[in-house]
């Protein structure tokens, strides 16, 4: 079966360290996005992205967030200058159309 | 933007016994509600989903009812078993091709022997 794909399952970074999260989405999907989820919290929408563009994008995703994909395979989430609040598992998901959405196994950031 | 509250927040029921999960939402713009079941350190499974043209549907087990006037919408669990222990997760959205979920904090299902 066909599964959302996540590297590293683990990064430790420290504070004002840029980290790049990547994702390798299902081969036949035209929509990818960024979710969240700190400690014991539920599941935060950060960015969706289509046909090359972010389509919508949460609060949460400020400046120091950028999403890119670089070739037809990878999605990835890029973080400028980590905070200590930036700890959370982060999932990439990705779906085809108006079905169903599909999360990946997430990253564990830690920001010391 | 769309708030969607669930409860309870942990949930425990005896094996075989039926688990019922709640959620409200707030954008009566909202035409999707999926369920996700995570369980600890893995990401969001989907379960079920349901579209708001359709009251209520059903998997073996699980089902999902939808009542769009009062915008609420339940999970269904019956002949709980011991692999249902898990975190289960209530969403919503427009459902345009983009839009992303919003979702409820989870309820901490544990099924006792």
């Known amino acids: 079966e066909p599964e959302v794909t996540q590297t590293p399952s683990h990064q430790v970074t420290q504070m004002g360290q840029e980290v790049i999260l990547r994702c390798v989405p299902i081969?036949?999907?035209?929509?990818f996005y960024w979710y969240r989820q700190i400690l014991g919290q539920k599941v935060e929408f950060l960015v969706s992205f289509y046909n090359n563009e972010i389509s919508e994008k949460s609060e949460i995703f400020d400046d120091q967030f950028s999403v890119e994909r670089p070739d037809g395979s990878n999605f990835t989430l890029k973080i400028r200058s980590t905070k200590l609040e930036d700890s959370a598992m982060y999932f990439c998901?990705?779906?085809?159309?108006?079905?169903?959405?599909?999360f990946g196994s997430g990253t564990q950031l830690s920001v010391l | 933007g769309e708030n969607v509250e669930q409860h309870p927040s942990t949930l425990s029921v005896q094996e075989g016994d039926s688990a019922v999960i709640k959620c409200t939402y707030s954008?009566?713009?909202?035409?999707?509600f999926p369920w996700y079941k995570q369980e600890l350190g893995k990401g969001p499974q989907l379960i079920i989903d349901i579209r708001s043209n359709v009251g209520e549907k059903k998997d073996q087990r699980i089902a999902v009812t939808l009542n769009k006037t009062a915008k609420h919408f339940s999970l269904h669990i019956t002949e709980t078993q011991p692999e249902d222990s898990a975190v289960y997760f209530c969403a919503a959205s427009r459902g345009g091709g983009a839009d992303g979920l919003t979702f409820g904090k989870g309820t901490h299902l544990i099924i006792q022997p």
């Open positions: 081969s036949n999907h035209l929509y």
């Open positions: 954008d009566s713009a909202s035409n999707y």
């Open positions: 998901a990705s779906k085809w159309g108006e079905e169903k959405l599909f």
